[in-house]
C-alpha cells in the first residue's frame, strides 16, 4: 500500500471538518496491521496466529490508534482515480471507511465501512458493504 497522493482539494465527502491526517509512516509498523484487522479477529490467539504479535503491545497500540486526536487517512491510487481509507475514531463511532474517486467524478463512492464496534461485543464482524 502507498500514500503517494494527498487528499482531495475539497475534502473526502461525508467527512468535512474531521481531523484527517496522512500518516504514512503507520503503514510500516507491523501492530498498525493487526489493529486494522483486529475488527474481525478479536481473540488473543487468533490476533497471534495472524501476525506473530505480543497481544498486549497490540491492545496498547490500537488504544492509542482509537484515541489520536486526528484520523489516520491514506491514499491509494489506481486506475479508476483513488481509493482513500479514512479510520474514524470517534467514541461511539470508530470504524474504517473505504471510499473510490475519480477527478473526472463529481462526487465519491463509498465502498465499504467497517466498525470496530461488533467485534468489541463480541458480535458478527466484516465489512459493511453501502447499499445502493
Do not use: K
Request: glycine letters at 8%.
Amino acid at each position: 500500500m502507498t500514500n503517494s497522493a494527498g487528499l482531495p482539494p475539497n475534502g473526502i465527502p461525508g467527512h468535512e471538518g474531521g481531523p484527517l491526517a496522512r500518516l504514512p509512516e503507520l503503514l510500516d509498523e507491523p501492530l498498525f496491521w493487526l489493529a486494522h484487522l483486529a475488527s474481525c479477529a478479536p481473540d488473543e490467539e487468533v490476533q497471534e496466529l495472524l501476525l506473530d504479535a505480543d497481544y498486549d503491545a497490540a491492545e496498547d497500540f490500537h488504544r492509542r490508534l482509537i484515541e489520536r486526536p486526528d484520523w489516520p487517512t491514506f491514499t491509494i491510487p489506481s486506475t479508476l482515480g483513488h481509493l482513500y481509507i479514512v479510520y474514524r475514531n470517534l467514541v461511539g463511532d470508530i470504524g474504517t471507511d473505504y471510499l473510490l474517486h475519480h477527478p473526472a467524478w463529481t462526487h465519491f463512492h463509498l465502498l465499504a465501512t467497517d466498525d470496530v464496534q461488533p467485534a468489541v461485543t463480541g458480535a458478527d464482524c466484516g465489512v459493511r458493504w453501502a447499499s445502493r
